[in-house]
């Protein structure tokens, strides 16, 4: 079974400061990795997601993630924080398009906190 | 843009209660999920569809039903609302063959 750990539960950095938040997964095939981020209050919205290709992937808000298969992890960069971004982050991991009602298993997410 | 809308963004309903939480999108989706949303366990899958009148137990299905007569639309209910069921509760839909979800606002549910 596919599992996603993320061991940080919350965050704190400063505005302008890099950002990089943790993703390990466990699949025992070729995974198919997304990275979402909740506001509060919100539902969730897709970041980035890693099919297959070229291991950094890029998102929406500045957000980038690296696929690292020996490491088994999909950690989520970002060079300068905003305040903006305080929010959940979930890493969520999927099998790939197998058929249909594909499944996500998600991460307990991040707390990430933005100070001034 | 893909639209998934929930009924309510926020309930409050009595121990015991027949609760119906409704989710609609309109992208002509085949996948449907709820899911639960509870500090420090992140989303748990309750149930999914991946077909009208088609649904499958997620890894938490005890104390819920679902419905689903129509495409668009895919009801979770609570056939006696348990105060261990507050909580937020969020929709989502996939095309078939995708993993790529796309999340309803939530329905942020108290059980009193």
């Known amino acids: 079974a596919q599992s996603v750990t993320q061991p940080d539960i919350h965050i704190t950095v400063s505005e302008g400061a890099s950002l990089e938040l943790r993703c390990n997964y466990s699949?025992?095939?070729?995974?198919?990795l997304f990275w979402y981020v909740q506001s509060p209050g919100q539902g969730l919205q897709l970041l980035l997601k890693?099919?297959?290709?070229?291991?950094l992937v890029q998102g929406i808000k500045g957000f980038e993630a690296e696929f690292k298969r020996s490491q088994s992890s999909f950690n989520l960069r970002k060079p300068s924080v905003h305040w903006s971004d305080a929010a959940e982050y979930f890493c969520?991991?999927?099998?790939?398009?197998?058929?249909?009602?594909?499944?996500?298993?998600f991460g307990t997410g991040t707390q990430l906190k933005v100070e001034l | 843009d893909v639209k998934v809308t929930q009924s309510s963004r926020y309930l409050v309903k009595r121990t015991g209660e027949k609760v119906f939480l409704e989710c609609v999108q309109d992208m002509d989706h085949e996948n449907m999920f709820w899911y639960r949303q509870d500090p420090g366990l992140g989303l748990r899958l309750i149930y999914f569809s991946y077909d009208v009148k088609m649904k499958e137990k997620g890894d938490i299905p005890e104390g819920y039903s679902v419905s689903r007569e129509k495409k668009e639309r895919f009801s979770l209910i609570l056939e006696s609302a348990s105060t261990n069921q507050t909580s937020m509760y969020l929709c989502a839909s996939s095309p078939w063959r995708s993993d790529e979800q796309y999340f309803g606002p939530g329905t942020r549910l108290t059980v009193t």
């Open positions: 699949y025992g095939a070729t995974p198919y």
């Open positions: 969520a991991v999927g099998a790939g398009l197998t058929g249909g009602g594909n499944k996500l298993t």
């Open positions: 890693y099919f297959s290709g070229d291991t």
